[in-house]
């Protein structure tokens, strides 16, 4: 046989240029892999038509139209079995946002390729296409709203599918487990608006190109409506299959078998016999079409779609749609294989490329919720101040950068600017959004005391745009010695938190300066450093150590007392002297940190409760590296991380600034500098209030390049001796353990390793590359790639760490209230009281105490209740009792599209929800 197929080659490169010689020929190779498909059992008929054909070629140095005839006749049973099956061709366009090119040519492209496909359908009656992806109908409405009607039109003919359910065909990893069901919420909600057609109809998650997909996924899509997923990336996997998350929730996908962009020719329908034939079907799916940067279905394929299909030993070649592939799929009753875990993992330097991307991404998740949550308690309030407007379009330019080559950092210089650009537009929705609700909380709040003004103050409207990483537009609003904030924590940890205030233009004397709560009860603060300037005003930066209940707030009021009352402390040099030589060393009750005098590294850690102790017995040490790829891959260093060639510990030469070393007060701290290739870094290691963990602010000057095929230069934070052979990770709503491995590996901000039952844990904001190999622990926190943007990190960059010893019998539920890993800070908002207010000076929005973890508290999409969502993260079903500040009317559990699913008992303001393991829980509450 192996003989015929090789004379079949053979004539191809002689006569294909003939129209009847491609056509017989291809029919012969076609016939071939479907013999091959049942068992070769039409191998013999197709030799003997083989040779007949080779023969008469032969004798006339050609192949006839005749001849070709022949032949087909000759394998009439044949043609009929292959006319039994069919091979569905579905044309799309591939267009990716912002990745070679600005936002721009997105629209240029998207656009162009639109009205192309409409043209080619008034055409070819029988051309179907698809298009995902419901940002690009917004583009389509904003600029040519005329188009979009023919694309409703085609819409409803069944010959344009929309196989968007997303905003964007986002990252799978890196958005939070909320950003991922905000993409289908928000992307079924624009499309229903944009195309008038139903939610429930658009049920396909489509993301060909997307770097693989999380563990959680089926779960979301699942509660999403979605029942079938397509893509093309990931680790090995079936091509038909069913998807399953822990949870249950399954979707049957398809990986596509070929490749996403493609042409419709014969060469490139050989594999569909196989294909049918493995998964007992009769027909199977073709996508094809032009480009990553649009371009769509040609003429050409069309042509031999239309030509194919006429040929005998042929199956059909029609056109068709992904869902109508599915339906037979399920119609077949095929048994198909369960995938579980991740489908992961592909393209690992895209956990770091262009870090400002996935700290603006951070910022934004951390805003978003923040937003979200304060709107949600003024709802409860009966206030209706929430700007939905500027809050819809923060969510749309957050979705939009979670497409696949923008987060992952696979784009160029000016796609990131753009994105950058976006966000600052997100932060600034935001910030108003944020600085506006608690303006409107803290002007309901009564307090006791005189905030009247001083006529020779300057400090009323000081501050403004002043240090906004929290968020807020907050300037002072006060002008006399007795100056009132409010603080909001918006995180699920209660008790003692550290915050920090400005204290604005305050020439009263430091020494009669009090803190007190709403209450009247004495606060613990300090004022750190000296008065700085700014624009004009000045300031005192203060810490402020206070007491706050989960999701809750509180006021507290820095004023004048009687003189010598005072307990503020100023930081100042500590007791270590150069001839020393001693260690060192930051200690509360709770933590002891010890640190090298010469290299600044973190050289012993000891945990007070758990009585852990990390230490150089263990080989334990936390530093700074440098690491250098080998750059191997001359093209796409983005993309793939080459085998590091070289690494260098940034322990040497390291400036130790003993005048900063402040081993006392609420704020102790130590930082360091250290200078290496054309860059430096400044880093301060601080342990505020009674913190069970260290902070660690870093200030990289980075200007190292990445040079194409030599080196692709990285800076790594690293905890030696700290690990162990496995460690945890942070997945869209939940928690993966991963074995140890040589690589990085993605995870949203945290990892926890660690043996006897103690886990190291690190938290670092806004970062995604991780590595646990051998004991030791390290996060990647830039990366200098050469392509496609060759100076993706130069400039100066701000990273938070966090890091500490986990108390044993720590869940990975408890990971998101641990405050080692809160990605958050206590919000505080200067404000004048309002004397005839009666509001209570403290309080919390939101009360529960279980394993349950909080992704979402907001205002329903219907505007008519508050939306609370959780996910389960240790697989254990159970009862959540969940106490709200206000008594509802109602409650009822619902999916991710806020669909009412079954009702709760609600007694009081209490709701008790019943969950099962690994589940995301979403409860909609009627307020009256």
């Known amino acids: 046989m192996e003989q ?166 986002s990252d799978d990893n890196m958005p939070s487990g909320e950003g991922l069901a905000r993409q289908i919420l928000y992307g079924k909600k624009d499309l229903a608006r944009l195309l008038d057609i139903s939610p429930a109809s658009l049920d396909l998650y489509f993301v060909p190109d997307t770097f693989g997909h999380a563990e959680t996924l089926p779960t979301i899509l699942a509660s999403s409506g979605i029942r079938y997923m397509y893509h093309c990336r990931g680790k090995i996997v079936p091509d038909l299959y069913y998807f399953k998350s822990r949870s249950g929730s399954e979707v049957l996908t398809l990986r596509e078998p070929a490749w996403y962009n493609s042409e419709i020719n014969p060469e490139s329908l050989l594999i569909y016999p196989a294909l049918m034939s493995k998964y007992g079907l009769n027909a199977f799916i073709k996508l094809y079409g032009v480009g990553d940067h649009g371009g769509g279905a040609t003429r050409r394929d069309l042509e031999n779609m239309k030509e194919m299909d006429k040929w005998p030993l042929y199956p059909h070649i029609q056109g068709g749609t992904l869902h109508k592939f599915f339906s037979l799929v399920e119609k077949s009753r095929t048994h198909l294989e369960t995938i579980t875990g991740e489908i992961n993992k592909i393209f690992p330097g895209c956990y770091t490329s262009q870090s400002a991307l996935k700290e603006a991404n951070a910022r934004g998740e951390k805003d978003l919720f923040e937003a979200e949550m304060l709107s949600a308690m003024d709802f409860v309030n009966g206030q209706k101040s929430i700007r939905k407007d500027l809050l819809d379009e923060a969510w749309r330019i957050h979705l939009f950068n979670h497409f696949h080559d923008i987060l992952p950092g696979s784009c160029i210089h000016p796609s990131k600017e753009y994105a950058l650009g976006q966000s600052q537009i997100r932060n600034a929705d935001l910030s108003l959004i944020k600085t506006s609700l608690l303006s409107h909380l803290a002007s309901n709040i009564h307090l006791e005391g005189d905030f009247s003004s001083d006529r020779n103050s300057v400090s009323q409207g000081a501050g403004v745009g002043f240090m906004s990483k929290e968020g807020l537009m907050g300037a002072e609003s006060s002008s006399g010695p007795n100056r009132a904030f409010l603080l909001f924590n918006p995180s699920g940890m209660e008790g003692e938190r550290v ?99 010469v290299s600044g590294a973190l050289i012993a850690l000891f945990d007070k409760k758990s009585q852990k102790l990390l230490d150089a017995s263990q080989g334990f040490s936390a530093f700074f590296q440098t690491e250098a790829e080998s750059g191997d891959d001359k093209r796409m260093s983005a993309w793939i991380m080459s085998p590091s060639a070289r690494t260098v510990s940034l322990t040497t030469n390291v400036q130790v600034e003993s005048e900063s070393y402040k081993p006392s007060g609420i704020v102790k701290r130590l930082t360091s500098s250290v200078s290496f290739g054309s860059s430096k870094l400044a880093f301060t290691y601080s342990l505020n209030g009674e913190d069970a963990f260290l902070t660690l602010d870093c200030r990289v000057d980075f200007n190292e390049k990445g040079i194409s095929g030599q080196s692709v230069p990285s800076l790594r934070y690293v905890i030696k001796g700290a690990g162990s052979d496995e460690g945890i990770y942070k997945i869209p709503f939940g928690f993966i353990t991963r074995k140890a491995e040589d690589g990085d590996v993605c995870s949203q901000g945290l990892m926890a390793s660690g043996e006897d039952n103690n886990l190291f844990g690190l938290w670092a904001q806004g970062k995604y590359g991780f590595r646990l190999i051998n004991k030791e622990m390290s996060v990647n926190l830039l990366r200098a790639t050469s392509d496609p943007d060759p100076y993706p990190e130069t400039g100066v960059h701000e990273i938070r760490l966090r890091l500490g010893i986990l108390p044993k019998g720590t869940k990975p539920s408890d990971f998101s209230l641990a405050p080692i890993f809160q990605n958050s800070e206590v919000l505080a908002l200067p404000f004048l009281p309002n004397k005839d207010a009666k509001g209570e000076s403290e309080g919390s929005i939101l009360d529960m105490d279980g394993s349950l973890v909080l992704s979402s508290y907001k205002v329903s999409e219907d505007r008519k209740g508050i939306l609370i969502r959780f996910s389960e993260t240790e697989g254990k079903k159970g009862n959540e009792m969940v106490k709200l500040p206000f008594i509802p009317k109602a409650a009822y559990l619902c999916d991710l599209e806020e669909s009412i699913k079954e009702f709760l008992t609600v007694k009081d303001n209490l709701i008790n929800i019943s969950y099962e393991a690994y589940n995301i829980i979403s409860v909609y509450i009627k307020k009256d």
């Open 4 to 169: 015929k197929i090789d004379l079949l080659s053979e004539m191809k490169s002689k006569y294909s240029a003939l129209s009847h010689g491609k056509r017989i020929l291809s029919e012969l190779e076609y016939a071939y892999a479907f013999s091959a498909s049942e068992g070769h059992l039409y191998d013999e008929e197709i030799n003997k038509a083989v040779l007949m054909l080779d023969k008469l070629s032969q004798m006339q140095g050609t192949i006839l139209a005749k001849d070709a005839q022949a032949i087909e006749a000759e394998l009439h049973d044949l043609s009929v079995e292959l006319k039994k099956t069919t091979i569905i061709c579905l044309g799309h366009a591939h267009i990716d946002l912002d990745w070679l090119w600005g936002y721009d040519e997105t629209v240029a492209s998207a656009l162009a390729t639109f009205r192309t496909m409409l043209d080619l359908m008034k055409e070819f009656p029988d051309f179907v296409f698809a298009q995902s992806q419901a940002a690009l109908y917004e583009i389509v409405n904003k600029y040519d709203p005329e188009m979009l009607q023919e694309i409703k039109e085609r819409v409803k003919e069944g010959r344009w599918e929309v196989t968007a359910a997303s905003y964007v065909e």
């Open 499 to 597: 915050c920090k205030v400005q204290l604005w233009d305050y020439f009263y004397p430091l020494d009669c300066l009090i803190a007190e709560d709403g209450t009247g009860h004495k606060i613990p603060f300090e004022i750190i450093g000296n008065q700085q300037d700014y624009f004009g005003h000045r300031f005192y930066e203060v810490a402020i150590e206070a007491s706050f209940k989960a999701y809750g707030y509180k006021t507290v009021i820095l004023k004048q007392g009687k003189k010598g009352a005072s307990s503020y402390s100023q930081a100042g040099p500590g007791w270590w002297r150069e001839e020393e030589k001693r260690n060192f060393v930051l200690e509360n009750s709770a933590l002891k940190a010890t640190f090298s005098p």
